[in-house]
């Protein structure tokens, strides 16, 4: 949500490149954690989720910062859109798999 919802909405864009950085760090930190338990085929996952990461807040950053702007309704929905989008992509799944699953 903090890579997309700042940028979308317009309303305070700098955090964007700052959530994109955390992720970057918290993904180099996965991939450490991975190598030191021998789980090797986790690695490339790892990485290249932070490269990703890590090229939006540069991107954000430095080449094409968002400008900052005011909420207004479209951006509004928009917003409440992804979110609801983002829910049932994490939760539909589970939801599926405990109606549907034979004990």
Same mark, same amino acid.
């Given at each position: ?15 964007? $490149?700052? %959530? *994109? #950085?955390? =992720?970057?760090?918290?993904?180099? +930190?996965?991939?450490?954690?991975? !190598? ?28 094409? $910062?968002? %400008? *900052? #702007?005011? =909420?207004?309704?479209?951006?509004? +929905?928009?917003?409440?859109?992804? !979110? ?20």
């Amino acid at each position: 949500m903090g890579l997309i919802l700042p940028a979308m909405t317009g309303v305070k864009p700098k955090l964007t $490149p700052l %959530a *994109a #950085a955390g =992720l970057a760090l918290t993904m180099t +930190l996965a991939t450490v954690f991975h !190598l030191m338990r021998g789980e090797y085929g986790l690695v490339p996952a790892n990485l290249a989720l932070g490269g990703v990461a890590a090229f939006v807040a540069v991107g954000r950053w430095n080449f094409r $910062p968002t %400008a *900052a #702007a005011t =909420l207004i309704t479209p951006h509004l +929905l928009k917003s409440l859109a992804v !979110l609801a989008m983002m829910a049932l992509l994490v939760f539909a799944p589970t939801w599926y798999t405990m109606t549907h699953a034979q004990f």
